[in-house]
């Protein structure tokens, strides 16, 4: 029988692999077909209505971006926004119709799926007809309210801890899988940029924690920082398991703990090679069959090859390789490695209008470089940490920013400094490790 969950798996998988074709138009062609259908109740011949349906279902239409154009995609994209406009409940959406509860792990593939598809149509650019009587601008403004919802509920629900539970408006323990999915939905929110590079998102402090009584006003950008650093110091909970959720109706579902909780981590600004991810990284090399050329399932009796291991496990992956490019590091590097042929900084002394005056051997002078508010905020903050340098995380929190766009802000401080010493290669801040994690330094500290 075919899935539009396992569907929905399969194509960032076929995408990693670098196949297309007709097996990617093919598992396309499928969802567009199959979303409403498996949507019906199931007296009228559908599956059921459930909302994992429609989250998995879009989330496998944005995978393929290029295909927004093919036959029937807008236009199911369009109904799927619909149904999620018109089957919403207080604070996100339920697993199935008729259930009043918010489910957790449906909202946040709900939002992270919006925030695929905003990112789509501001890619696209305004106005521009995908169907009949469907065009990018209307249909963004469906979507935006429905982000924000779903951004309500999931903050409701969020613990003073900085996880969530694995059920809504009861007092459970902590879920490491559905803290996880939060903080990934969190992140496709406020990483997406409009159609000018703006941020799509205002990411303002808002109310959280509603429904354990303890209001807190909080950045997303905050509670994913939170987040993964709830999932780091709580590493034994899920470095080598599976998490059971029992919310989801009409079939036995397993969140891959150990792989879905490293992509997040990583995510949210920690290193591939933090030293609390190594035991999820073993287990996910010790689960690839070579045989079945995808990987099992942990705690399986015997040897279970599944979809759902395969795309948790790839997701790990790319997320790891995404970051180690935004760090600029290859497999085999140090983390502190210099660059052949770069200029040192010796010194560092600020001046005022966001000025730095910096050293350097062969300088007669001090070279000026003026910065943004933010890039001068952010060599202040490094510049006042020890000398080994600030974690990621730090950086983060004390800037107010997502720590996955700490490398960004990095990258954009180099840059500046280097057009200071007219286009020499030449960084001011550098990649170490802090504590077994990702971090920077002052280069001067060498």
């Not at 979303?35 to 109740?41: G, K, L, N």
């Not at 990112?119 to 403004?141: C, F, K, M, Q, V």
């Not at 709830?230 to 470095?239: D, F, M, Q, S």
């Not at 700490?406 to 801040?429: C, D, E, M, T």
Request: net charge negative; aromatic share 6%; hydrophobic share 40%.
């Amino acid at each position: 029988m075919s899935s539009i969950v396992n569907t929905s798996e399969v194509l960032p998988v076929l995408t990693a692999a670098g196949v297309a074709g007709q097996p990617v138009r093919d598992a396309m062609g499928f969802l567009t077909t199959a979303i409403a259908d498996h949507c019906r109740p199931r007296p009228k011949g559908g599956r059921g209505e459930h909302t994992r349906f429609v989250a998995f279902g879009l989330a496998g239409l944005l995978s393929q971006p290029r295909f927004f154009h093919h036959d029937g995609v807008a236009e199911t994209v369009a109904w799927c926004v619909g149904w999620l406009e018109d089957h919403q409940v207080d604070h996100g959406w339920p697993e199935v119709l008729g259930l009043d509860d918010t489910s957790l792990h449906q909202t946040a593939l709900v939002v992270h799926a919006l925030a695929q598809l905003r990112d789509t149509l501001h890619e696209l650019g305004p106005g521009l007809r995908l169907a009949d009587g469907i065009d990018t601008s209307s249909l963004l403004e469906r979507v935006q309210p429905l982000i924000s919802h779903g951004v309500h509920g999931l903050l409701y629900h969020r613990r003073p801890s900085g996880s969530w539970g694995w059920r809504t408006y009861v007092d459970t323990d902590p879920s490491p899988s559905k803290t996880a999915l939060c903080l990934l939905a969190f992140c496709a929110v406020v990483e997406g940029n409009g159609p000018s590079g703006e941020p799509a998102y205002e990411d303002v402090p808002r109310e959280t924690g509603g429904v354990h009584g303890q209001v807190q006003a909080k950045r997303l950008s905050e509670a994913v920082t939170e987040a993964g650093q709830w999932l780091l110091r709580n590493h034994p909970r899920w470095e080598t398991f599976v998490e059971d959720d029992k919310d989801v109706q009409g079939t036995a579902w397993e969140h891959m703990a150990y792989a879905l909780c490293t992509q997040a981590a990583i995510r949210s600004g920690a290193s591939p090679r933090d030293a609390r991810l190594s035991k999820a990284w073993r287990l996910m090399n010790d689960l690839w069959d070579a045989e079945a050329g995808m990987w099992n399932e942990p705690g399986a009796p015997g040897k279970r090859a599944t979809i759902r291991a395969a795309y948790y496990t790839v997701s790990a992956y790319r997320e790891a390789q995404r970051s180690l490019v935004r760090l600029g590091l290859r497999d085999d590097e140090p983390a502190a490695d210099g660059v052949s042929g770069e200029v040192r900084i010796t010194s560092t002394v600020f001046a005022p209008d966001r000025t730095l005056l910096l050293s350097a051997p062969d300088r007669d002078a001090a070279v000026e470089c003026v910065l943004s508010e933010r890039l001068f905020d952010l060599v202040k903050t490094v510049h006042a940490g020890p000398g080994e340098g600030l974690s990621t995380e730090t950086i983060a929190s004390a800037l107010f920013v997502a720590p996955s766009s700490v490398p960004k802000y990095i990258q954009r401080l180099n840059q500046a400094v280097s057009s200071a010493f007219g286009g020499v290669p030449v960084r001011l801040l550098i990649a170490s490790t802090v504590e077994g994690a990702s971090g920077y330094r002052l280069a001067s500290e060498d």
